[in-house]
């Protein structure tokens, strides 16, 4: 054990979520008294740390690693960076052992992602340089889900960064890789099974049609194949379409509404007044032509509903402002993550009922329960994830607001959804409850992984206790974050609710 006074040559002071810190290259920080204030406790003491929590080491909720970073490396270059343990000794702090990752550049670290990266595209090149080459083959596999959700954008920064990744070697990471290989291919069935699914998938071939099952066992030596399928482009709609539509409900409908309003400061398509209230729907070409008039119609009182024709890509759009597709002969959007015919979204925001949401209560959480086989043992057994948050009206939130990332950063006061005792707790009676569903689950605890040579928190073998790795889980769950199927989720009411930050549109009945 190396002492916090000991080992370091730097010294430097940084600033971090309204505390200043001291950190020293050793990986060890220092907590100043606020000026002016009483000193606590922790106060300026040096410290590695006062808890492990999945492997990482934490000083009064905060990842250590994260202040190290910021002292060592700077802020991350953007909200999306996460912390990498170059080592991936998630309790090596070191400032060189850390490096700022996106959150794709850190998924494709994962060996196993990797592996099947590999196996699709022929390389993580080839994914990065055409994304788009997994495009139609959504359903054969879950775990396309996330891939084909990555921008070309994205894929190509990650690109232009993946030489500089990959050369800064983890330093056991070619024999520890090669282990984790040899470990899924000879030792793991658990692991083998997690490839079967290769068995049911030809490798992507330059075919319009599907491609015939394949036969033979696959082979990890494929080259890469590229294909592209583009997409029928649809027609773009236009204005005057889109006039059409509006005007032809404002006359069912009886609304008094005047077209292309206008005034000294701003303007929109179509004003719908009833009553006192003043409704506006206007069309743009882009989100940004959007994000410049609304705001300016909103001041003036008036409830604007945007509309992107077209969008190239879908964005999230921070505002009242929707895109709107083509769906054969009738326009449609999209509200709260379900596709809505352009006229009952029309009315039902006439009528106040898309409603714009700035907090959400969190009562509930969905689960998914995922049968594995043990690695040691070869018994099935089960683990979990939490697939879906849920407010007291049974509108779901998805994982982004309690992935890791905000996990670690500590952003949102959200309990822990993964190892957390009340989650924990909820789970065994769930499973207690329903003996139905005959759901077997080992012990979480802390338990040592010979494969990364550190102990974590993680689900086990009821049987042997054996661990559940971490490369194993993440990859799992990599193939859950777009399970959909109803029949999976379960639903788990929490005791102690909580509040999440949301900016979300929902519709009401
Ligand atoms: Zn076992």
Redesign the pocket.
């Given at each position: 054990m190396i002492d916090v006074n000991q080992e370091y040559t730097r010294e430097l002071k940084c600033e971090y979520k309204g505390e200043r810190y001291k950190v020293r290259d050793n990986g060890a920080v220092l907590r100043m008294t606020r000026e002016g204030k009483p000193k606590r406790p922790k106060d300026d003491i040096w410290t590695f740390g006062d808890r492990i929590d999945r492997g990482y080491a934490w000083f009064c909720g905060e990842a250590v690693h994260r202040i190290v970073a910021i002292a060592f490396l700077g802020e991350p270059p953007t909200k999306q960076h996460v912390v990498d343990h170059i080592d991936t000794n998630r309790q090596n702090n070191r400032p060189e052992n850390l490096r700022w990752l996106t959150k794709l550049e850190n998924i494709l670290l994962n060996p196993i992602t990797k592996a099947k990266i590999e196996y699709w595209c022929g390389s993580v090149e080839s994914f990065l340089a055409d994304p788009s080459q997994l495009r139609g083959h959504e359903n054969e596999d879950a775990n396309f889900a996330w891939m084909r959700a990555v921008s070309p954008t994205e894929a190509q920064n990650t690109l232009a960064n993946w030489e500089r990744i990959l050369s800064k070697p983890r330093p056991e990471n070619k024999s520890r890789g090669n282990a984790i290989e040899e470990w899924i291919f000879e030792h793991n069935s658990a692991y083998k099974n997690d490839f079967d699914f290769l068995k049911s998938l030809e490798p992507i071939k330059k075919e319009e049609t599907p491609s015939p099952v394949a036969k033979n066992e696959p082979t990890f030596s494929l080259k890469s194949v590229h294909v592209i399928t583009e997409k029928p482009k649809e027609q773009p709609i236009t204005k005057k379409e889109f006039m059409a539509t509006l005007l032809e409900i404002c006359e069912s409908e009886g609304w008094d509404y005047k077209k292309y309003y206008k005034t000294t400061t701003w303007k929109t398509d179509l004003l719908i007044t009833i009553g006192n209230q003043r409704i506006a729907f206007s069309a743009y070409n882009s989100a940004k032509n959007a994000a410049k008039s609304l705001p300016l119609i909103e001041q003036a009182g008036v409830k604007i509903f945007g509309l992107v024709l077209s969008p190239k890509k879908d964005d999230t759009l921070n505002f009242g402002c929707f895109n709107l597709h083509r769906n054969g002969n009738t326009l449609e959007t999209t509200i709260a993550k379900t596709k809505l015919p352009f006229d009952s979204f029309v009315k039902k925001a006439v009528k106040d009922k898309v409603i714009h949401l700035t907090t959400a209560k969190i009562t509930a959480v969905d689960v998914i329960f995922e049968q594995i086989e043990?690695w040691?043992?070869?018994?099935p057994?089960f683990v979990f994830y939490t697939r879906y948050l849920v407010d007291k009206n049974g509108t779901r939130y998805d994982d982004d607001y309690f992935d890791n990332e905000c996990i670690e950063n500590n952003e949102l006061n959200i309990p822990n959804l993964q190892f957390g005792n009340e989650i924990l707790e909820l789970v065994k009676k769930y499973i207690n409850e329903h003996p139905e569903k005959s759901i077997i689950m080992g012990e979480v605890k802390e338990r040592y992984s010979k494969t990364s040579n550190q102990s974590y928190i993680s689900f086990g073998?009821p049987?042997?206790?054996?661990i559940v790795g971490d490369w194993f889980l993440n990859d799992l769950e990599m193939s859950l974050i777009y399970e959909t199927d109803e029949n999976r989720m379960n639903r788990i009411q929490l005791m102690t609710p909580f509040e999440i930050p949301v900016n979300d549109w929902i519709i009401v009945d």
């Open positions: 043990c040691h043992c070869h018994k057994h073998c049987n042997c206790d054996a």
